[in-house]
């Protein structure tokens, strides 16, 4: 399952990077950073987090980690590696590539962290009333000596 998972958020930026006409890896200038980029480079990793937790259930948001870096490798090998690059532009520099890549990344699991938000309805501590056995006993099983908010033992009411 987490193989899917992570496929599917791999083919999310793919398709991302594909809709929007933005190749993170590429450099043109100034013009490089439009809108379109910056959607790319936050929103597409985050919404591909999202899907990937939602899949993968609880453990989702680490493995939304891999499925922006699996896109952006690939993207920057074949770009380096006799890729076609259009004229007027440069391959980003490996140092600038890496700043891109942790970008994408922790925005992807951020999004990891909100899809588990969803398929777990809650974040944080479980209530202890879920948890602790002592406080999962039935009203007529209540503890001896255990008295409620207002000092009462249980089942007793006051006249």
């Given at each position: 399952m987490a193989f899917v998972a992570v496929m599917a958020g791999a083919l999310v930026?793919?398709?991302?990077?594909?809709?929007?006409?933005?190749?993170?890896e590429l450099y043109y200038g100034v013009?490089?950073?439009?809108?379109?980029?910056v959607l790319d480079l936050f929103l597409v990793p985050f919404i591909a987090g999202i899907l990937v937790s939602y899949i993968?259930?609880?453990?989702?948001?680490?493995?939304?980690?891999?499925?922006?870096?699996?896109?952006r490798v690939a993207s920057f090998y074949g770009l380096s590696n006799g890729g076609v690059v259009p004229p007027g532009?440069?391959?980003?520099?490996?140092?600038?590539?890496?700043?891109?890549?942790?970008?994408?990344?922790?925005?992807?699991a951020f999004g990891g962290v909100i899809g588990e938000i969803l398929v777990?309805?809650?974040?944080?501590?479980?209530?202890?009333?879920?948890?602790?056995?002592?406080?999962?006993?039935?009203?007529?099983?209540e503890l001896p000596g255990a008295v409620d908010d207002a000092g009462h033992k249980p089942g007793t009411v006051e006249k």
């Open positions: 930026v793919y398709l991302g990077d594909m809709a929007l006409g933005v190749n993170l013009a490089t950073f439009s809108p379109l980029w993968y259930g609880l453990g989702g948001k680490i493995l939304a980690h891999l499925s922006p870096l699996v896109v532009t440069d391959v980003l520099p490996m140092s600038f590539w890496l700043l891109v890549v942790i970008i994408s990344v922790e925005f992807a777990k309805k809650t974040y944080g501590r479980t209530a202890k009333e879920l948890l602790h056995k002592k406080y999962q006993l039935a009203e007529e099983d």
